[in-house]
Nanobody, 119 residues
Framework: QVQLVESGGGLVQPGGSLRLSCAASRSIFSINAMGWYRQAPGKERELVAVITSGGSINYADSVKGRFTISRDNAKNTVYLQMNSLKPEDTAVYYC?????????????WGQGTQVTVSS
């Protein structure tokens, strides 16, 4: 099992910044990929950013240049630094991990944290 604990969401004004944290219950060396998804009301959940165990990173076009995903292996934690926030960034943000369990791979999700961008 991989337990994911998120923190850092909240209310911020347009142009402001937030940093989301996702702490994993096992070493992230053993997790193939970790990422952040978000879901706004009435919309499907979408990938925001992902980082693999090998260090490759991908972002959604809508957040490129504004968001940065990073990891701290010593703390088993992945971060999402969100700058220049826009109202359309408002959503519930979920941490995600894709990890092996025996010969199989499973998807694990955090509880979600609300990010609201409003003046």
């Amino acid at each position: 099992q991989v337990q994911l604990v998120e923190s850092g969401g909240g209310l911020v004004q347009p142009g402001g910044s937030l940093r989301l944290s996702c702490a994993a219950s096992r070493s992230i060396f053993s997790i193939n990929a970790m990422g952040w998804y978000r879901q706004a009301p009435g919309k499907e959940r979408e990938l925001v950013a992902v980082i693999t165990s090998g260090g490759s990173i991908n972002y959604a076009d809508s957040v490129k240049g504004r968001f940065t995903i990073s990891r701290d292996n010593a703390k088993n934690t992945v971060y999402l630094q969100m700058n220049s926030l826009k109202p359309e960034d408002t959503a519930v943000y979920y941490c995600h991990a894709h990890a092996p369990n025996g010969f199989l791979f499973y998807d694990y999700w955090g509880q979600g944290t609300q990010v609201t961008v409003s003046s």
